[in-house]
């Protein structure tokens, strides 16, 4: 990552207020794309670097750059910290920043004609209607693919409605939402001359009110707990003086600065109860905007994130083929609490009475050696697949337990595998796509309109998800599950033709057919697909694909919506 500094602060600026301009200049559509996405990436990087400096930002106006840049930069930094309170990943994060930054990218003269009040001619009426078609257009110039960015613009006023005005209509996807949410609090909370602004707190509250969708108010809740009680740069009364806030020090005291009459910055360390107005103001002395966030004073809270890295190196640590004492497998999950109370709660299906384990120890004697590593990766996958977040996260949820519920029909009438081993690859799959295709995950069911193709449907289709790298894939799934046999019968059915498929591929293969007739009821079985099926359910026990067929309906499975 290149260096962060208070120059990165103003390039930031600089590269927003450019780009605004761009549409200007027919020859620069091109170009366009690739600026956006460095820029979203830039952004990610100074957020993580230095938060407090970017959101300054929404208390700060640097009047020089206008209305629209200010607005652009506000939802940007806004969006960011939405990400970061929810734990998104960075492609995510800078995917919604790049959507931000696409808002306004061909309507800043009309923009900043409206912040004034200023009436608009035909034309730039029809402009401002059409900004988000007309951004797409921009993009498409790139010769890049836009799906994921189209959708969200297309359906961003329809979700604002419904935020601000509209309860009844649904709503659904985290990210528009999210980017909804980003554009309504930074139109109210940047600065206007006629004054009818509002601090990001009252902002916030406002939707929170007005909305009664469950997603939203959790965001808002998030980015607010995320920020603290008082934004850096907002203006704070101490006694008599107006002092700027900046953030906490080593002792957790407020460290605040104040300017005085021969313009030197002073450093105060106070621990009182502060008064502060949080409303975006003009300010032009340069070091208040940019220069004052990189002190030595100012501590920087650095969250990192080691669960999933402990997870996934604790996953490889579990083998199934390997022979356990109870002792040892204790010793292995010493100090992990939740996966220990997650696994209390999984052995309940191993006795009659349903009833969930007392402790390790008696969870473990409950289901036996045998069978303890395969549910000690399920729940440990569970908690791993948990553990990423994700705008779709409810979606892919729903998604994962309809697969599974499908998987365990399909051995309704076969008892002789262990299905926690069989149920093992989906889970790592998932985890995989959250991981490695988190901005091409959507809710489309995807399908082969090709009805002689040899090869099955890929899993991740039913994710939205239409190309993965297969070595990719096939390192991560044989790393995490290297001794167990339906890993590499998963990554069979998804790479190999009919032809050279081997009975645990083609289960995999049946499983995936059903899936995708399940939420894609329109897909229509080829005969060598048909053939598949019938066989494997034949295996199975299933007296008939009829039979399998009409007990799909007793698994209830819906989508998220």
Known sequence: MDTVNPQSLVTLFEKTHQVLRCYNNKSQWPNIYPLLSQLAERYYQVYEHTPHAMQAQLTLYVKSYGYTTNLVVNQCVLIT?????????????????????????????????LALRQPLNLQEKKQWQCRHQLAIKLLQSSQVPTDNISAVLARLNKYKQALLSTPQIMIYDGATILVALANIIAMNITYREHN?????????????????????????????????????????????????????????????????????IRWHSIKAQLDANAKQRPIIDKRVLF??????????????????????????????????SYTALIKLLQNQTQTIENLCQSVKPYNKENLPGKDLRHSLCMVGLDNAPAIIQHVLFEQLVTSHKHPLQRHIHCRLRGIINILALFFRHNSEQQFEQLALPVYAYISYLIEHASTDLSRKTLHSKEPNNDKSPLLSWLFGVRQLDPDSLSQYLLTVLSDNPWTQALLDAEQHKKKSLSDSAKLWVAVKLISTQVYQPKYVLSPWQKQILDSVLKELGWPSTANFYSQLTSLGLSNSV
């Open 81 to 113: 910290a939405f990400c970061k309170s929810l734990g998104y990943d960075s492609k995510v994060t800078q995917q919604l920043i790049f959507v931000c930054l696409t808002n306004y990218l061909c309507v800043q003269t009309q923009s900043n004609k």
């Open 196 to 264: 009818d602004h509002i601090s990001v707190y009252k902002a916030v509250a406002d939707i929170y009110l007005r909305t009664p969708n469950q997603f939203a108010q959790y965001a808002l809740k998030s980015i607010i707990a995320h920020i603290g009680p008082f934004v850096p740069g907002s203006v704070v009364k101490h006694g008599e003086q107006d002092l700027v806030y900046i953030g906490e020090d080593k002792t957790q005291k407020h460290l605040v600065i104040s300017i005085d009459t021969e313009q030197k």
């Open 291 to 324: 220069s004052v966030w990189f002190s030595e004073h100012l501590v920087k809270n650095e969250e990192v994130n080691e669960q999933q890295q402990a997870l996934l190196i604790l996953i490889s640590q579990v083998k199934v083929q390997h022979e356990y």
